[in-house]
């Protein structure tokens, strides 16, 4: 078995991981202008919901570079994610079908690839 199909797991999760940040980034990113524009009842609950999800995405995508060099430290972080993303999409998918299914196999996609791929570095 040569060095890269025994990475391609734990790519799969990396990508699919920085997926994830993107859409939490481009979210506060979205709050932020909401909050700024004042189109919100509450702008200082807006604006903590929009620090939150900037973050939450960074350092998502902090963990989907550790996926993707194989490191350790990261398979905790994303297996936690995963598991909170497991009960939103069943709720997400009760309300919005479409949005709550790409949750729902996004976060089992990772969640396959985390456990079937081995990191080796520290």
Avoid: C, H, K, Y
Avoid at 16 to 24: D, F, K, S
Avoid at 72 to 91: F, H, N, T
């Amino acid at each position: 078995m040569t060095s890269s199909s025994r990475r391609e797991p734990g790519t799969v999760a990396a990508l699919v991981v920085l997926g994830q940040a993107v859409t939490v980034v481009a979210l506060g990113l979205w709050a932020v202008v909401e909050g700024i524009t004042g189109n919100v009842d509450d702008r200082v609950a807006a604006e903590l919901m929009a620090a939150l999800a900037l973050l939450t995405g960074i350092a998502l995508a902090f963990a989907a570079r550790g996926l993707f060099f194989t490191r350790r430290w990261a398979r905790a972080p994303v297996l936690v994610w995963e598991l909170i993303l497991l009960p939103v999409g069943l709720s997400l998918a009760r309300a919005i079908p479409a949005a709550g299914g790409v949750v729902l196999v996004s976060a089992a996609a990772v969640l396959v690839a985390v456990f079937a791929g081995r990191p080796v570095a520290g």
